[in-house]
Structure formats: structure tokens, C-alpha cells
């Protein structure tokens, strides 16, 4: 293991409870209703791209309106937590300060463009952060981004941490061991990974020990 590459919600934080108050307001003002828009729904959508997200939530509006809602709730959603910021998880600041001094941080999400640059400025955590790449800077998947990550900054043993099972099978498509936030949103039940954590300061003692 010579770098490590983290998911943002469900690994980092929670930021659904802010999230879905920023999409309330903005689909309300759209006359479309908002009542599904919880912090609960969203737990079941983060990890998705903006795509998939949009059809789900609004699969009775024309794609393109939906797109066009989720995209507008995105970019106030970014400004929200900027105003009302919700806090990393416990541990999070700990490990990245403690990791950082022996192997390289990198981020990569299905979010939108700005959403890890906000995470990072509500935390205070960019310093240990070497790289970053998401869905919405790219356009691409999450598997091509990881592969992006690792090929830009020439890593030879990297892994991915996640909480999803779509983290799961973008690593496996990248060619990355995938390591298991077993305190995220999702379930992996059935699909092995390569080591699982209960806590994100977990993560210590897998980047002394070196290998997986």
C-alpha cells in the first residue's frame, strides 16, 4: 500500500441532514414536491451519479427537467453546507493528520464539481489532501476516475475506502483493493473486501501495518 484514496459521504461524513434542506428549497421553488427528499432517501442516492440520482428522485418528470433540478439543487446545495456546514465524522481529521505523514491522501467522488473543494474547506483538512477528482469534473464514472487519480500521480499500490457497493465494484473495475467503511450508508453483504473498518481511525493501523 503506498497511497490511500477515500470516498466522501458515508466515509468522510454525513452531510445528508444539510443536503436535503438545500434540495427542499430549491424543488420547491420548482412546484415539484419535496416530501422524498430526506436525509434518509439521499443515504440510499449518494455514491450515484447526478444522472442516476436525478431519474430516481424525479422519475416522473422528463429527464431533462430532472437533470436540470438536481444540477440547480447541486450547485445551492454546495453554497448551504458553505453557510450551515455539517462536521467529519469523529476520528477523520485525526487519521488524515497521522496517515498523511507516511503515504499520500486523494479523494475521488461521484459529486458534483466544488463538492470535495467545500468538504475540504469545512473541514480543514486540503493540507493533507494531495489530489481530488470527482464525477462532475470529469463526466466519468467513478472507476475511470479512480484509474485517472492513480495513473496521474503514478501510483503502484493504491486502495480505495468506501461505504457503497457500487465503491466495491469501481474498485474492482479499477484494479484497486477496496477497504469497507462497515459505519457508512451502504451494504456489501455478499461481496468480499479486501479489509473492513468500524472506524475511520481504523484506518492507523492498516497504514502501519502496510499491507492488506
Same mark, same amino acid.
Given at each position: 500500500?503506498?497511497?490511500?484514496?477515500?470516498?466522501?459521504?458515508?466515509?468522510?461524513?454525513?452531510?445528508?441532514?444539510?443536503?436535503?434542506?438545500?434540495?427542499?428549497?430549491?424543488?420547491?421553488?420548482?412546484?415539484?414536491?419535496?416530501?422524498?427528499?430526506?436525509?434518509?432517501?439521499?443515504?440510499?442516492?449518494?455514491?450515484?451519479?447526478?444522472?442516476?440520482?436525478?431519474?430516481?428522485?424525479?422519475?416522473?418528470?422528463?429527464?431533462?427537467?430532472?437533470?436540470?433540478?438536481?444540477?440547480? *439543487?447541486?450547485? %445551492?446545495?454546495? !453554497?448551504? =453546507?458553505?453557510?450551515?456546514?455539517?462536521?467529519?465524522?469523529? $476520528? #477523520?481529521?485525526?487519521? +488524515?493528520?497521522?496517515?498523511?505523514?507516511?503515504?499520500?491522501?486523494?479523494?475521488?467522488?461521484?459529486?458534483?464539481?466544488?463538492?470535495?473543494?467545500?468538504?475540504?474547506?469545512?473541514?480543514?483538512?486540503?493540507?493533507?489532501?494531495?489530489?481530488?477528482?470527482?464525477?462532475?469534473?470529469?463526466?466519468?464514472?467513478?472507476?475511470?476516475?479512480?484509474?485517472?487519480?492513480?495513473?496521474?500521480?503514478?501510483?503502484? *499500490?493504491?486502495? %480505495?475506502?468506501? !461505504?457503497? =457497493?457500487?465503491?466495491?465494484?469501481?474498485?474492482?473495475?479499477? $484494479? #484497486?483493493?477496496?477497504? +469497507?467503511?462497515?459505519?457508512?450508508?451502504?451494504?456489501?453483504?455478499?461481496?468480499?473486501?479486501?479489509?473492513?473498518?468500524?472506524?475511520?481511525?481504523?484506518?492507523?493501523?492498516?497504514?502501519?501495518?502496510?499491507?492488506?
Amino acid at each position: 500500500m503506498d497511497s490511500i484514496i477515500f470516498d466522501v459521504d458515508g466515509t468522510l461524513w454525513d452531510s445528508t441532514e444539510k443536503v436535503a434542506i438545500a434540495w427542499q428549497k430549491v424543488v420547491e421553488r420548482h412546484n415539484v414536491p419535496s416530501d422524498h427528499i430526506t436525509a434518509a432517501r439521499l443515504k440510499q442516492e449518494f455514491g450515484k451519479t447526478m444522472v442516476a440520482i436525478s431519474r430516481s428522485l424525479f422519475p416522473d418528470l422528463p429527464e431533462e427537467i430532472a437533470l436540470d433540478i438536481s444540477n440547480e *439543487s447541486c450547485t %445551492y446545495e454546495i !453554497d448551504y =453546507l458553505l453557510m450551515d456546514s455539517p462536521e467529519a465524522y469523529p $476520528g #477523520v481529521a485525526e487519521t +488524515f493528520k497521522t496517515i498523511s505523514k507516511k503515504l499520500p491522501l486523494f479523494i475521488v467522488s461521484n459529486s458534483q464539481a466544488g463538492y470535495i473543494e467545500a468538504f475540504l474547506k469545512i473541514t480543514g483538512l486540503g493540507d493533507y489532501v494531495t489530489d481530488i477528482l470527482s464525477f462532475g469534473d470529469t463526466g466519468n464514472e467513478k472507476d475511470s476516475n479512480i484509474r485517472a487519480i492513480v495513473e496521474k500521480n503514478h501510483l503502484k *499500490s493504491p486502495v %480505495y475506502v468506501g !461505504d457503497t =457497493l457500487g465503491d466495491l465494484r469501481a474498485s474492482e473495475a479499477a $484494479g #484497486v483493493p477496496f477497504i +469497507f467503511c462497515e459505519y457508512g450508508f451502504g451494504d456489501i453483504t455478499g461481496h468480499p473486501a479486501a479489509a473492513y473498518i468500524s472506524d475511520i481511525t481504523d484506518m492507523i493501523a492498516l497504514c502501519d501495518k502496510g499491507t492488506l
